[in-house]
């Protein structure tokens, strides 16, 4: 009997840990992206459409196991991420319409910072109906875009610190977490 609370107990830690892994994976994901905005904004572009389907499913995945918890159902959590991803997704193909290849409107650099703006804003409006977590990728990612725009030959003495700050700061929790569950 004894063995059943243990086990629940270490269940709450690996779904954190399983959160944290997400957010940060989201974080590399968003430096990388960063980094191929910032060398080929076209590729870039090309980039965070694919990272759509990706954050929609990490939302889901962060928020999927506090949604019994909290009485909520999973089939709103799941259309609503789907279909505020794919908003995002038809954001993104209007800027692309408006590009330089297109009609000339916007160049490619310009392309790159309105989608990784986007992303941003769809990742902090993802993280306010799910997970205030997911938020916090939506704000580092705004911050990149302000970065780049202002100050791009130091873009990475700025990014790098802030990822690993953010990084640091999901670590820290985690094991404040552990510490606080294993007293």
Request: some cysteine.
């Amino acid at each position: 009997m004894s063995g059943n609370p243990h086990n629940g107990s270490n269940s709450i830690p690996k779904k954190r840990h399983t959160s944290e892994f997400i957010l940060i994976l989201l974080l590399l994901l968003s430096v990388v992206g960063i980094a191929l905005t910032d060398y080929s904004p076209n590729k870039g572009f090309w980039y965070w459409m694919a990272m759509a389907p990706v954050f929609c499913i990490a939302t889901i995945a962060i928020e999927w196991p506090n949604m019994n918890r909290r009485g909520e159902s999973k089939g709103r959590l799941v259309w609503t991420q789907v279909f505020h991803w794919l908003a995002y997704l038809i954001v993104i193909y209007l800027v692309f319409l408006l590009s330089a290849t297109d009609t000339g409107r916007l160049n490619n650099v310009d392309v790159g910072l309105v989608a990784l703006l986007i992303l941003a804003f769809a990742t902090l409006s993802a993280g306010i109906t799910a997970s205030w977590r997911i938020s916090l990728v939506g704000v580092f990612l705004g911050i990149a875009v302000v970065a780049i725009a202002l100050i791009e030959e130091y873009i990475w003495a700025l990014l790098i610190p802030l990822a690993l700050i953010i990084i640091g700061v999901f670590l820290f929790r985690r094991r404040k977490s552990k510490q606080v569950q294993g007293a």
